[in-house]
């Protein structure tokens, strides 16, 4: 007898969730299980900033998804999505046959939101993924190893694109990484120019003002240069030209600046606002039934009507909502709708500071720091419950 087909695309926070909730909740003949990724490994997405600094390893921020998942119970393809094929049913990969299924999840994250600045994708940089935060990392060492030979102000010059929360964690991990990588190729420290530009009127835009006001001035204590309400028209080869033509000469320059859906979703023919789809309470497209769509690849509005930011706390309370979810729908059963639990957010400013907001409580320094830290454990104690945690996790 044949049983439904669950494809799901994308081993991030929320394909990955989905993946082990079906994997709790299933037997093995009631449903075929297929998930695929376009590496052999899940990137955790809220560290990249740490190995796109230098301030860790990469292999900190991924994991085997062989480890996490049962296989015996999770078919795992290591293949990259080329084609949605909603019509058809069926999802088009680069290196396979195209996959047949019942019920299709969504779970293929993002990409650069450029806004329309020119040159921005040719000449910035991105914190994306592993491969690359490895180029940003390299890059940065290399500009700073031939400012000892050339001279140029611009080698030791880094502009960061975006003040929002991407933005800031990973100024803070820079400003952490400095004295070391100065010492390394013998440059002083004062030398070296960190310019966070932004085009709104604050940094962190939504968070707290007083929160706002303790990051600006750590990280100004440090050497930052904030330029606030100053929008990037281009990027190029020599650095970024401001709204205003004012150009700042910077040899590395690394936009986080926002974010869209990914482009197969779009190109799929699912109505998308950016890239991103408007699901509905069971986090189904609008007009395909069969197929859920969570992460930022999806848009879930709170009760004023006001877009949730995409994160990886919407990401995984979605999958784990969705893993049940579809196990009851192939028992015959009901869906329930999901509703978003915001359960706070904490900024990192380098290892040892932070800012946050957890229930109705405000953090910063040390503490916000640790809970930053206790939020990471969470995520691999979620994936691979305490003993990944003593494997992976450190405070
Ligand atoms: P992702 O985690 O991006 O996973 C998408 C997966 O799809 C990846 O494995 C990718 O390889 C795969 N994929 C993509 N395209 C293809 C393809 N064509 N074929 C096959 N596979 C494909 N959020 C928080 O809640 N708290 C934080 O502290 C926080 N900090 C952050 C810090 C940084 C530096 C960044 C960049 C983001 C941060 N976020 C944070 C946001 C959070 O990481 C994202 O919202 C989250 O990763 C989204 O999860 P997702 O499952 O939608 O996608």
Redesign the pocket.
Known sequence: MSVPKIVI????????MTAKGLQKELNHNEAEVTL????SY??I?????EP?AGTSHHDHARLSIASVINTNKINFIQ????AIKLNEKEVHLENREPLKYDYLVI????APETFGIKGLLENAFF???IDSVRMIREHMEYMFARYQNEKKEELITIVVGGAG??GI??VGELVDRMPELCREYDIPLEKVRIINVEAAPTVLPGFDKELVDYAVKYLESKGVEFLISTPIEECTEKGVILKGGKEIKAATVVW?GGVRG?K?VEESGIETMRGRVKVDEYLRAPGYDHVFV?????LVFNEEERPYP??????TQQ?QHLGKNLAALIRGGEMKPFKYMPKG????LGRKEAIGVVGDKKYVGGMAAFL?KV?DLRWLFLLGGVSLVLRKGKL
């Open positions: 695309l994308g081993a991030g926070y929320g394909g990955l695929v990724n376009q590496h899940h990137y997405t809220t560290k990249l900033h796109a293949d990259r999505v080329t779970g293929l994250g993002s914190i994306r993924n929360f991407t964690e990973y986080t990914n197969l969570v992460g930022d690849s999806s995409p994160t990886a706390q919407m990401a999958g957010t904490v900024a990192s930053k939020i």
